[in-house]
């Protein structure tokens, strides 16, 4: 079995994340890919994250209908920092002995993956690959990862974050049961709560 762990803190989760798990699953022949939204990421700054429950059923909703996708509630359920070392071996004691895991990660974090938690130790337990996006460097390539070029769309949390924050509609941008969560929960919005 070849398994996709996507991670990423998902505030919110958009278009652009489903299509980088899709091109993952299909270019990988990934069995399926799980999402592993977190709770404190340990290089971002809180500040503006919504409440993990809220993102969790964003991505709920994010991949309705969509074969082969899944959302894990681990990384969620610990306490303080979640480090991605950890969740990778929290998945290689669930899953089958056979499993190829592979670490999926978008390339926003391409030039500080190196000082993650254990790094070496990560990309040795898993087969570690960060999806391409426009927009970032390629300082820290060949460091113990691979680089999967796949189709983006050029959209980013911080991007729909932006303009709902201006009151600007963010169709095509997240999928639509998202953008109706959003929209009637009043998230991310400069007068909704954090």
């Given at each position: 079995?070849?398994v ?19 091109q993952a ?21 809180s ?6 429950a ?9 991949i ?9 509630r ?15 071996r929290?998945f ?5 002995k056979k499993?190829r895991?592979y670490?999926l990660?978008g ?18 337990l ?30 980013s ?34 007068a909704?709560?954090?």
């Open positions: 079995m070849r996709g762990i996507f991670g990423g803190t998902f505030n919110p989760v958009h278009k652009g994340h489903i299509l980088l798990a899709q699953k299909k270019i990988l022949k990934l069995d399926k890919v799980i999402f592993v939204p977190a709770r404190v990421p340990p290089h971002k700054a500040a503006g994250i919504i409440d993990s809220k993102r969790f059923h964003m991505i709920k909703l994010a309705v209908g969509k074969s082969g996708f899944k959302i894990s681990y990384e969620l359920g610990k306490k303080g920092k979640a480090y991605s070392v950890d969740t990778v929290h290689r004691k669930i899953l089958p499993t895991l670490f990660a390339a926003d974090i391409i030039n500080n993956v190196t000082s993650w938690k254990e790094s070496k130790k990560l990309f040795a898993c087969d570690f690959i960060i999806l391409s996006r426009s927009g970032f460097g390629l300082e820290a390539k060949g460091a113990g990862f691979k680089m999967l070029d796949a189709k983006t769309l050029d959209v949390s911080t991007m729909v974050r932006g303009l709902l924050q201006e009151n600007k509609p963010v169709t095509g941008l997240v999928p639509r049961l998202v953008e109706d969560y959003i929209i009637r929960k009043g998230l991310y919005r400069k909704s709560a954090l």
